[in-house]
């Protein structure tokens, strides 16, 4: 990149705390929606713990099938509510028993409704003890919830991400497990120069496919950046099969880990949305749905696209785990452009998170356009 806005070689810590509001102690970004669970693993009547952002946090649905969540810890004596049931509070709204003395707590407001154990005389009010509520939203299939910075958040959070997906529902979705900070989880997501020698699938990228050169325009988008919009190079000839003309792609990074990759014309999308969530300061939940519309022959491969998605986030997690032996004996890491910086980008829209934030002013985009070259 010629800019001047990078030094060739940068020497990075893996993970960055930047000082501010927004950001937790392990350099987790707060004040956020990330996604939960996919909805269809929410039945109604159940609920399940996940832990996001370093919170422990229940994650159910009603009877009646409203999503919600509340922080997973009894304020009695810590036992998770996850672990007990739903069931109608005295006020007959839906609420979670805590299965260790039955404290009741209502779903919608976090609020005790019943301490069973109470006899006549004893005078605790049990509405001044509360769970944590955490927002929740329910979109494309996706059950989010925002973790505000300020434990006693209680007012309304700002609107979910919005990703432009024309379908209700994903076709389907996977997910994993990496054992790794955010940081570095979204930075291998961002990495243009591993796939010819990671992903090497004969249907994907056989190693005889050789090293290309690749030119690519990116534009600054919302809280993170986009590769313009273009006509599709590789794999064009499959793209034309399967969509017909006038077939166009685009890649969107933003914050706080959300990447989409959308090949569209005017009859047919295919949308690749991968969400992540930092379960803790060491560990982040990848997730990955796919949905298209107007595709009839995706519906015939979709047997061998399930198993094909999988294999890629394997091929990822694997490097993960290689990493993590070497990460704890470097101090920095040596990114060099103009294949890392993507990732200095993400560490500079962390970085202007907690600015703004912190300052109390408007997020303002710090990616400026470039274009990125590289072989891969
Ligand atoms: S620990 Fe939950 S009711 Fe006692
Ligand atoms: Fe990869």
């Keep these: 990149m010629a800019d001047g806005q990078h030094a060739p070689i940068t020497l990075i810590p893996g993970t960055t705390r930047p000082a501010g509001a927004g950001v937790s102690a392990e350099g987790l970004l707060l004040d956020c929606w990330y996604l939960a669970r996919p909805s269809a693993e929410v039945k109604p009547g159940t609920q399940a713990r996940v832990m996001v952002a370093g919170e422990p946090v229940l994650v159910g649905r009603t009877a009646a099938g409203e999503p919600f969540a509340l922080k997973d810890v009894c304020p009695h004596r810590g036992v998770p509510l996850s672990a007990g049931r739903q069931m109608p509070a005295p006020d007959g709204n839906p609420s979670v028993q805590c299965p260790y003395h039955g404290w009741q707590f209502g779903t919608g407001d976090g609020v005790c409704k019943l301490m069973p154990s109470l006899v006549e005389g004893q005078a605790v009010d049990t509405a001044r003890v509360k769970v944590r509520r955490y927002p929740v939203a329910e979109k494309h299939g996706l059950l989010f919830v925002y973790i505000a910075a ?193 990732a200095k980008w993400y560490h500079a829209l962390k970085k202007e998170w907690a600015g703004a934030r912190a300052e109390d002013r408007a997020f303002a985009n710090p990616v400026k356009p470039a274009t990125l070259r590289w072989r891969s």
Excluded at 185 to 193: F, Q, T, Y
Excluded at 204 to 231: C, D, N, V
Aim: charged fraction near 25%.
């Design 150 to 342: 300020d434990p006693r958040f209680d007012g309304e959070p700002p609107p979910p991400p919005e990703f432009g997906l024309r379908a209700e529902r994903p076709r389907f979705v996977v997910s994993r497990v990496f054992e790794a900070h955010m940081d570095n989880a979204v930075v291998g997501l961002m990495d243009p120069a591993h796939v010819p020698f990671v992903h090497t699938q004969w249907w994907w990228r056989p190693p005889s496919t050789g090293l290309r050169l690749k030119e690519k325009q990116f534009e600054p988008r919302g809280r993170g950046w986009a590769i313009a919009r273009h006509a599709p190079s590789g794999n064009s000839l499959a793209y034309r099969l399967l969509f017909g003309q006038d077939v166009t792609t685009e890649i969107v990074f933003e914050l706080p880990g959300y990447r989409w990759e959308v090949v569209e014309n005017g009859r047919a999308q295919f949308f690749t949305l991968t969400c992540l969530t930092p379960m803790d300061g060491r560990t982040t939940l990848i997730t990955q749905a796919s949905y298209w519309t107007g595709a009839p022959l995706l519906d015939l491969i979709k047997p061998f696209l399930i198993p094909g998605a999988r294999e890629f986030l394997d091929q990822d997690g694997r490097f993960v785990d290689l990493q993590n032996q070497g990460l704890p004996h470097m101090r920095t890491m040596l990114w060099i452009d103009d294949i890392d910086v993507q």
